[in-house]
């Protein structure tokens, strides 16, 4: 069974950092590209970066650019989206996701979701 399990949610005040984590099983995770979606209240779900498995690349949104990175750890099976310079816009439900193949380069729609991570950024 495919599992994807985030952690490190919770509340941070604006400019302040968060990392999350997403732990991956059930399936060969080198195979799979993996990213980070999320969903603010109100809003339709929105890719926000990934990352490439084949060669590390990674794609992300024109908003998250210079403050969020994603990295991933094979031997640990995880994936982690650091996040910086949070802002307001920023709260959200966040998910780790996973594509069927090596390659992300566009937040295309993933083959797989966590159950998700609440991101709250305070003023």
């Known amino acids: 069974e495919v599992q994807l399990v985030e952690s490190g949610g919770g509340l941070v005040q604006a400019g302040g950092s968060l990392r999350l984590s997403c732990a991956a099983s059930?399936?060969?995770?080198?195979?799979?590209?993996r990213g980070w979606f999320r969903q603010a209240p109100g809003k339709e779900r929105e890719g926000v970066i990934c990352?490439?498995?084949?060669?590390?690349?990674?794609y992300s949104a024109d908003s998250v650019k210079g403050r969020f990175t994603i990295s991933s750890d094979n031997a640990k099976n995880t994936v982690y989206l650091q996040m910086n310079s949070l802002k307001l816009e920023d709260t959200a439900v966040y998910y780790c996701?996973?594509?069927?193949?090596?390659?992300?380069?566009?937040?295309?729609?993933?083959?797989?979701w966590g159950q998700g991570t609440q991101v709250t950024v305070s003023s």
């Open positions: 996701a996973a594509y069927a193949g090596r390659v992300c380069d566009t937040l295309r729609w993933p083959d797989y």
């Open positions: 990352i490439s498995s084949s060669d590390g690349s990674t």
């Open positions: 059930g399936f060969t995770f080198d195979d799979y590209a």
